[in-house]
Nanobody, 124 residues
Framework: QLQLVESGGGLVQPGGSLRLSCVAS????????IGWFRQAPGKEREGVSC????????YYSDSVKGRFTIPRDNAKNTVYLQMNSLKPEDTAVYYC?????????????????WGQGTQVTVSS
């Protein structure tokens, strides 16, 4: 069974950092493009970052560029979302997803497998 599990969410003060983890079971993450998405209450799901399996090319939305990175550890079958300088507007449920066709896109429609999400709350 193919499964993605996110962890690492929580409550953090503005300016703080969190590292989210996305662990795959049942398949090898290195063969898939991986994306991180978020959805805040009342808002549409947003593509935050993605990383290509073929060449490691990364994408970041304008709202997180310069603050977030998306390292992957193939030995651990894990992709991370390192989030620094967090802002209250980063508050959302964060999801990781895998694209088996490697389209290197931040569009959620292209992703086949999704985790259950992890809550990130940025508040003082």
């Amino acid at each position: 069974q193919l499964q993605l599990v996110e962890s690492g969410g929580g409550l953090v003060q503005p300016g703080g950092s969190l590292r989210l983890s996305c662990v795959a079971s049942g398949f090898i993450l290195d063969y898939y493009d991986i994306g991180w998405f978020r959805q805040a209450p009342g808002k549409e799901r947003e593509g935050v970052s993605c990383i290509s399996s073929s060449d490691g090319h990364t994408y970041y939305s304008d709202s997180v560029k310069g603050r977030f990175t998306i390292p992957r550890d193939n030995a651990k079958n894990t992709v991370y979302l390192q989030m620094n300088s967090l802002k209250p507007e980063d508050t959302a449920v964060y999801y990781c997803a895998a694209d088996s066709l490697q389209r290197n896109s931040p569009e959620s429609m292209y992703y086949d497998y999704w985790g259950q999400g992890t809550q990130v709350t940025v508040s003082s």
